[in-house]
């Protein structure tokens, strides 16, 4: 049932036009961001609904409700923030990491999704710092996807036992801050 569903979710989005605020085509200043905003003008075409004026916002333009919200690839979507979120997170279902999460937390989100088996969606990682070769064996698995892996300010005997692990496991190891 959902497949279909997300099918006519997909032709929906197709015939869904572009809802572009009131002659954003007249207006420099909207080209590259025409929000919508609601005309509200007295003798407004486009309020009106007149022939030829751009299409308004409204209710019949959405989708299916049984799949609003799902992936793309037909499994729900759950917005996590915090590594009690990605807990929480059902299997079968996909993850997408909240744009406000900074690196490190990122990192140990996706860790956790890893060790779990639960798909995130956004699931580059800029770079990882390495303080121990434990971080390094956690972070291994994600070598896809984290970009830099960075070695931390540590003492000489951690630091050789770090690089020589770095080099087994194929990892290129960058000079920290």
Same mark, same amino acid.
């Given at each position: *049932?959902?497949? +279909?569903?997300?099918?006519?979710?997909?032709?929906?989005?197709?015939?869904? =036009?572009?809802? /572009?605020?009131?002659?954003?085509?007249? !207006?420099?200043?909207?080209?590259?961001? =025409?929000?919508?905003?609601?005309?509200?003008?007295?003798?407004?075409? *486009?309020?009106?609904?007149?022939? %030829? /004026? =751009?299409?308004?916002?409204?209710?019949?333009? +959405? %989708?299916?409700?049984?799949?609003?919200?799902?992936?793309?690839? %037909?499994?729900?979507?759950?917005?996590?923030? /915090? $590594?009690?979120? *990605?807990?929480?997170?059902?299997?079968?279902? #996909?993850? +997408?990491?909240?744009?406000? #999460? %900074?690196?490190?937390?990122?990192?140990?989100?996706?860790?956790?999704?890893?060790?779990?088996?639960?798909? #995130? &969606? /956004?699931?580059?990682?800029?770079? &990882?710092?390495?303080?121990? $070769?434990?971080?390094?064996?956690?972070?291994?698995? !994600?070598?896809?996807?984290?970009?830099?892996?960075?070695?931390?300010?540590?003492?000489?005997?951690?630091?050789?036992?770090?690089?020589?692990?770095?080099?087994?496991?194929?990892? =290129? !190891?960058?000079?920290?801050?």
């Amino acid at each position: *049932m959902s497949e +279909r569903l997300l099918r006519l979710r997909k032709q929906a989005s197709r015939k869904r =036009p572009a809802f /572009n605020r009131q002659e954003t085509w007249k !207006l420099k200043r909207f080209k590259n961001n =025409p929000t919508w905003r609601k005309p509200r003008g007295h003798s407004s075409k *486009m309020r009106r609904k007149l022939k %030829g /004026n =751009p299409a308004l916002v409204s209710i019949g333009y +959405r %989708g299916p409700k049984a799949v609003r919200y799902f992936h793309p690839s %037909g499994a729900p979507e759950h917005y996590v923030t /915090n $590594v009690a979120e *990605m807990e929480r997170v059902p299997e079968g279902t #996909v993850a +997408r990491i909240a744009s406000a #999460v %900074g690196t490190k937390k990122k990192a140990l989100l996706m860790a956790k999704a890893h060790e779990r088996g639960i798909r #995130v &969606v /956004n699931p580059r990682v800029k770079f &990882v710092y390495v303080d121990s $070769v434990e971080a390094l064996e956690r972070y291994a698995p !994600l070598k896809d996807v984290i970009t830099t892996f960075k070695l931390a300010k540590v003492g000489e005997e951690d630091e050789l036992s770090i690089r020589d692990r770095a080099d087994e496991l194929k990892i =290129p !190891l960058e000079e920290g801050v």
